[in-house]
């Protein structure tokens, strides 16, 4: 049994899904906290938000060791 099946048995790809909706949650409500700060300069961060975000997804999908390409 390797440490990956060891460490899914205790939640590890529980753990993947919560981290993935996390991130997503965020990347969502971001542009809208960012928009009403007082500083106009992270309204630059909106447009590469888009670009960020599966970039992290998809090291998160890594947590687990298996692809999942429902992400």
């Known amino acids: 049994m390797t440490i ?3 460490l899914k048995e205790q939640g ?3 753990a993947e899904d919560a981290a993935v ?3 997503k949650g965020v ?3 971001l542009p809208a906290i960012l928009a009403v700060t007082e500083n106009k300069y ?4 909106i447009p590469v938000l888009g670009l960020l975000e599966p970039q992290v ?4 999908d890594k947590i687990d060791g298996e692809d999942d ?3």
């Not at 992270?42 to 961060?45: A, C, Q, Y």
């Open 42 to 45: 992270d309204d630059m961060l």
């Open 57 to 60: 997804i998809g090291i998160l």
């Open 21 to 23: 909706a996390t991130v």
């Open 27 to 29: 990347f969502k409500a």
């Open 69 to 71: 390409p429902e992400y």
């Open 4 to 6: 990956s099946e060891i």
């Open 12 to 14: 590890l790809d529980i």
